[in-house]
């Protein structure tokens, strides 16, 4: 693997159940599926799902963006990959791999915020400047819930409605960071781990389905990759009750949950199922799947959550 401490990893495990446990307060869908998984026997209990990648999305600022956010899970043994360009969207992202087969690969995004237009720009501005210096150099990432708490915790002060509402109309990923900041974006179900009739996209959306949980359809249903290794759909955010700047509230796109199937290597599929590990699936991620997954949170998905 790599020369990752078994102390990093302790500390990695704390970062992670802190992410997850709020991530569930915060998202009742999660409870929703993982219990009627539970109920229809894909599995025993929460621990059994495999956790295919969780996701975040930051401001690409000075002092903030990828390059301070990653220094973080780098410092726990993550490697850094691929990198990813959205040109609709303005956005990069990279993923990184883990330093163990059991954790969640890790997607972050950051926002071009520079090719935004001016308004735009000064509004995001007005409340990144308030973070002079890089965050995570005064962090000790060997304290997990030092690191918790920081991904958790406010980096700017509460954005009023209207600034919120006049990022909206721009660019919706612009307005959900400017209040949700490093909140978790997404994790995601590795599907093709769960019992037959379970274990692919396409059934487990209908699985979904039928326990009444919306899909994102932006591009279908079902994203796949060019190469068909890699199939993914996502529940659409949930509306939370928003309080903004003057105590002015507003419902607003929350977080969602992800689907993955990695089908099998070409070259591995003589293996015999039993023997079929992570790094037998098709790994890394795929520009287009991603595109229409960042539409989770957008008004376009979430109108009829309302």
Do not use: C
């Not at 975040?56 to 903030?64: A, D, E, K, N, S």
């Not at 309080?243 to 290597?265: N, Q």
Request: proline share 5%; no cysteine; glycine share 6%.
């Amino acid at each position: 693997m790599n020369n990752t401490s078994s102390q990093q990893l302790q500390t990695l495990d704390t970062v992670l159940e802190g992410l997850m446990s709020r991530y569930q307060e915060r998202v009742p869908d999660v409870m929703g599926i993982i219990n009627a998984m539970i109920a229809e026997g894909l599995i025993e209990q929460p621990n059994d799902i495999e956790n295919d990648h969780i996701a975040f999305r930051t401001m690409g600022v000075p002092h903030l963006g990828i390059q301070s956010f990653e220094k973080i899970f780098l410092h726990y043994g993550y490697q850094k990959r691929d990198y990813y360009y959205f040109e609709g969207k303005k956005l990069d992202a990279y993923w990184y791999s883990p330093p163990q087969p059991h954790h969640p690969r890790i997607f972050v995004s950051e926002l071009r915020v520079g090719e935004l237009s001016e308004e735009t720009q000064r509004i995001i501005r007005s409340y990144t400047d308030e973070v002079t210096s890089d965050p995570v150099d005064s962090l000790d990432l060997n304290d997990g819930a030092a690191v918790d708490g920081f991904l958790h915790q406010p980096l700017w002060r509460t954005p009023t409605l209207s600034d919120y509402l006049t990022l909206l109309k721009e660019s919706e990923y612009a307005a959900w960071v400017i209040y949700n900041r490093y909140y978790l974006n997404h994790f995601t179900i590795s599907v093709h781990n769960l019992p037959e009739g379970y274990n692919t996209v396409a059934e487990f959306n209908q699985f979904l389905e039928k326990h009444g949980f919306r899909l994102n359809d932006s591009g279908g249903k079902i994203k796949e990759s060019p190469d068909g290794g890699l199939l993914q759909s996502s529940t659409v955010a949930e509306m939370i009750e928003a309080e903004f700047a003057g105590g002015e509230t507003h419902r607003i796109s929350g977080s969602y949950v992800e689907f993955a199937e990695r089908r099998v290597l070409p070259e591995f599929t003589h293996l015999p199922a039993e023997q079929i590990k992570r790094q037998h699936r098709r790994d890394g991620f795929e520009a287009g799947n991603a595109d229409k997954i960042f539409e989770s949170t957008y008004t376009s998905q979430t109108s009829s959550r309302q």
